[in-house]
């Protein structure tokens, strides 16, 4: 951008009373990225006490806020024709969707289009506001869980402030938006009643390996569907590729961390091995979980879809046992896998087995508290805090002091059995 040095036309207009007006050059772009000059005539001030040298200091912070600053590059703001719709079509998407993985580009496309497209497409860039948007935000977070407005809020976030770095924008005016609070979402887990409930169910052997890989190791549904023969070492499973909507990706992975070798059990090895004796083609580049293909494809061995394996393949199984079908999804048997591993391991081993780059994810995404265990762990803290002065309680109990706070009779019986007053279908007092 070049340098622009502009300080406008100060000038007198009116009569009753006399205003100090501004003129100066605006410069904006059109929506094919074209420099487009034109002139700007703005009020300034009443005349009447105010003298021309303050009135063009004045009118040089009406340039700087329309982006054109003496001395200093200028950021061209759009014209009406550059909208928010325009930007995203034809320079955000494009600009960003080489990063973004098959299953990513469906579902973002498809939160982009439908609720900010839908909302903002029709406004020019350069009317976006920080009131506006932050008021969108609100009213999809009285309706909509965390992660949808989250998408909502990271995707106009970024659409403006790529519109502010390529200069269709003077300012961001998402810059100051935040975050509004959400419903809770929901994060379920599959017990172990459950998980062999269907795991006993199932009588295909390709399916019970598929599931047993799901459950045991916790692979993403994308990994676990793309795997191929050669990524079975005999005691871990190294990811080559993913798989999604019946399509094979070789190379493509999430991140960095998840080239890791998938964790497998002793258990499931004996699983695999019997699915390889007899699966229909175990040469290295083969699909350890393939299905035929349909319409060009028909005949060939193709990846299954996860979704139409979950729904053809388990779910059925699932609904007949009186297992909730939400809970058969990759993603909660990866939770599930998560969760389950703070009573055998550290929360580093769960980050190693889920294979994520960042610990937060592993903790905050998909480790969910156990009760039994928050219970145990309060309990032990407790137990040590009191350590010692039980005695002393139990001498207040001999005195006949009366407490103040009502403790179940089980626990009043095992920790203070000296209290007299502890009657069948009683209530105690324990003093704080």
Known sequence: MRIRYQRGTVYVRGTKPQMWYGRFLLYQRDKNGKEVRKQRNVPICPKAGVPKTRAAQMLQQIILKEGTVPGKPSALPPDDSVTFEWFTRQRYVPMRQGKWSPAYRQTNGYAIEHYLISRFGDTPLRDLDTFSIQVYLNQLAEKYCESLVHQAYSNVRAILRLARKQKYLVEDPAEDVVLPLTMPVEKPVIDRGQILAVLGAVTDLRDLCLLSIGIFS???????????????????????????????????????????????????????????????????????????????????????????????????????????????????????????????????????????????????????????????????????VVEGWLPALERMGRTGRQPKVIAGKRVADEVFPSFPNLKEGGQSKLLM
């Open 218 to 384: 916790g692979p993403r549904a994308s990994e676990v569907f793309g795997l191929q023969w050669k990524c079975w070492t005999g005691e871990s499973l190294l990811p080559r590729g993913t798989a999604y909507d019946g399509k094979l990706y070789p190379g493509r992975l999430k991140t960095k961390a998840s080239k890791g070798p998938i964790v497998v059990p002793e258990f499931v090895w004996s699983i695999i091995e019997a699915w390889k004796s007899i699966a229909p083609d175990t040469s290295p580049e083969a699909l350890m979980f393939p299905t035929f293909g349909r319409g060009e494809r028909k005949g060939e061995l193709v990846p299954y879809s996860s979704k139409n394996f979950l729904r053809t393949r388990i779910r059925p199984i699932a609904v007949r046992l009186g297992v909730p079908g939400r809970l058969i999804t990759f993603q909660v048997m990866r939770r599930t896998l998560g969760t389950d591993l703070q009573n055998h391991g550290t929360l580093k081993d769960a980050q190693g087995a889920l294979r994520h780059a960042s610990i937060t994810t592993t903790g905050n995404v998909y480790v969910q508290p156990i009760d039994e265990n928050v219970f145990r762990a309060v309990n032990s803290r407790a137990n040590a």
